[in-house]
């Protein structure tokens, strides 16, 4: 492509965004995408037995907020899917969030109503007023023992840290209901799109403004494209500094490894995921694909996640030492003309998917005065 416009390093979510507003606009873009596929971690594909899976782990979208509803229905049908998690504690499965019948079954409580529920969980939690880490913020939620069975050595195996080694906010983003519901999100919209969350990708980057570039490195290949107008980047902040911060310690990142396996059977759980708490495994959860979307075969795949140190970025481990090892990447970023920094691994930051498709709305919009106020353009 020449006379590049809008130089962008990944087709994930922020990347794919981007690129689209971009292009609606006229702007000449180009994505640089190191994988062989676009869609980044919510990149699917259609397996051996006829199954529609993600190749990276389940993708649910769910968000309250309008604009991003609306601009994502832009590009699919969507069908709607409520959520739901159970985890298998004492040889039982209890509903996450934590609930009515999730205390009920643990304890062989008879707990019927709200208000019994929240006595029960103000008798149990350990107060906080401002919990300073993970541990902290679950006992104030939920208490010791629920701590104990669902919350503490998941953290470690998800994690490789006890939740008093992470951010409050890492735990404090799990929801505890007073009542029986049983659904993983509460929010307004909850939805899978139709065929999947390539095909919307593949719907969202069909303009003709816009060139992909796939199994490429940027940083192999980013003196033959620096006559870009801006750059917007969504890969490891660190990585784009070659790792100048990194010399005594380094940002820590977390990854997964999937495990997946072809069984002769209708089903093998109950439920699309089934999480695992304890310590008798030692990986987190089963993902039974063909759940999503009632999915026919005769066949089943289910796929095993081993959270690990090495591999694949995916999460980054928010707590003090990483947040001010990053605080100095961010100061190198600020420093740069016409170069941004967007996503997950580019602000070391977990964003749900519905925050990182806000979020890139979000930034074009601060960026480019043609934005016309509140996306309308968008929808």
Sequence with gaps: MKNIDILIIGAGISGAVLAERYASFGKKVLIIEKRDH???????YMDDNGILVSKYGAHLFHTNEEIVWKYVQQFSDWYPWEHKVVARVDDKNVPIPVNITTVNTLFGENITSEEEMSAW?????????KPANGEEAVLNRVGKVLYEKMFKHYTKKQWDKFPAEL???VLERIPVRSNYDDRYFSDKYQALPKGGYTQLFNSILANNNIEILLNTDYFDVMDEYAGYGKLFYTGPVDRFFDFKH??????????????????????FQENSV??????????????EYKHFGNQQSEKTTVVKEFT??????????????????YDKYKEE???????????????????????????????????????????????
């Design 308 to 325: 690990v140190d090495g591999g694949e970025p995916y999460y980054p481990v928010p707590n003090p030492r990483n947040q001010k090892i």
């Design 121 to 129: 969980l103000e008798t149990n939690r350990k107060p906080f007023e």
């Design 38 to 44: 676009i869609a980044g971690n919510c990149y699917d």
């Design 167 to 169: 951010d409050a906010s």
């Design 333 to 379: 970023a600020d420093k740069l003309t016409d170069v941004y920094f967007v996503g997950r691994l580019a602000n070391y930051k977990y964003f749900n998917m519905d925050q990182a498709f806000k979020n890139a709305l979000d930034l074009f919009a601060s960026l480019e005065e043609t934005a016309p106020e509140n996306y309308k353009a968008v929808i």
């Design 246 to 267: 990194s010399m005594e310690e380094k940002l820590e990142y977390r990854s997964i490894n999937f495990v997946s396996e072809t069984l002769d059977q209708q089903y």
């Design 274 to 287: 089934v999480n695992y708490p304890g310590m008798e495994v030692d990986f987190t959860r089963i993902i």
